[in-house]
């Protein structure tokens, strides 16, 4: 676990007591379960509004984490992919925090994600679903292009590293 952090915009705008921390310290896991079962409740196949409104404050502390420390997001990250094996949810893990990482703070954690990515072939899925939002063209992009080549790949759609290289292959 970590340590206490700054309240993320939930906690401060909304008055909630760290639903983040376990013991008085951020929880990267329930953070993660949270993140995920936001999605089951929003979008699973028994959506439940109030449910879903009561885990926001997951979606807001990753934003807040790309920020303060891209790492434990990318802990975070990885976490709450390690609980699930689901397409959709991989889905939205890669189209959320993932693809904010990149983008954000990806000179940050590049080398991380590369490491991941040459050891962990459901990391590479998750990756291929990201798309450049901008960072097309970038060193980190590159980067992340080849960390993805071999697959195994969520989507081929053009806008995902493996699209964009194939895109960039053809011209």
């Not at 949810?89 to 990515?117: H, T």
């Not at 195994?152 to 895109?167: H, N, Y």
Request: glycine share 8%.
């Amino acid at each position: 676990m970590s340590e206490r952090h700054d309240a993320c915009a939930s906690c401060s705008l909304f008055g909630l007591d760290h639903p983040c921390e376990t013991a008085g310290r951020l929880d990267p896991a329930r953070v993660a379960r949270a993140f995920l079962e936001l999605y089951r409740f929003t979008y699973g196949t028994s959506p439940d509004p109030a449910a879903a409104e009561a885990r926001q404050w997951a979606y807001n502390c990753i934003e807040a984490l790309r920020y303060t420390d891209p790492d434990l997001a990318l802990d975070v990250v990885l976490l709450a992919l390690g609980m699930t094996g689901e397409d959709d949810e991989i889905a939205f893990l890669a189209a959320g925090p993932m693809e904010d990482l990149i983008v954000d703070a990806g000179e940050q954690v590049i080398g991380r994600v590369e490491a991941e990515a040459m050891r962990n072939p459901g990391f590479r899925r998750l990756l291929s679903g990201i798309w450049s939002q901008g960072t097309s063209g970038t060193e980190v992009w590159r980067r992340v292009q080849r960390a993805v080549q071999d697959g195994p790949w969520l989507s081929d759609d053009p806008r995902t590293p493996q699209g964009t290289a194939r895109l960039t292959r053809k011209h």
